[in-house]
Nanobody
Framework: HVQLVESGGGSVQAGGSLTLSCIVSGYTLSTYCMAWYRQTPGKEREGVAAIDSDGSTSYADSVKGRFSISEDHAKYTLYLQMNSLEPGDTAMYYC?????????????????????WGQGTQVTVS
């Protein structure tokens, strides 16, 4: 049973930085796609960034150059480094994973691709 637990959210002023963490347990596959999503009330969940098991990364256009996704295999942890935060980045952030590659370009943005989700961590930028 895969469990994902996010942390690191909080309130920050525009231009500031935050690093989100997602600890993964119960996952032993060597092939996977892991992603960060975000959601605001009344809107659909939006893919922010993804990392494939081969280390390749993908980003939403809105965060390219500001956010960086990475993972630490030894700590079973996924990270999202967020710099130059903007009020538009305010959302609940979720990590997600699925037992396969991230697929063709853009495929990683499909929420239905993922079968495990964390409970979310709130990021507020003012």
């Amino acid at each position: 049973h895969v469990q994902l637990v996010e942390s690191g959210g909080g309130s920050v002023q525009a231009g500031g930085s935050l690093t989100l963490s997602c600890i993964v347990s119960g996952y032993t596959l060597s092939t996977y796609c892991m992603a960060w999503y975000r959601q605001t009330p009344g809107k659909e969940r939006e893919g922010v960034a993804a990392i494939d098991s081969d280390g390749s990364t993908s980003y939403a256009d809105s965060v390219k150059g500001r956010f960086s996704i990475s993972e630490d295999h030894a700590k079973y942890t996924l990270y999202l480094q967020m710099n130059s935060l903007e009020p538009g980045d305010t959302a609940m952030y979720y990590c997600a994973t699925e037992p396969g590659t991230c697929g063709p370009p853009g495929w990683w943005k499909l929420p239905s691709l993922y079968n495990s989700w964390g409970q979310g961590t709130q990021v507020t930028v003012s």
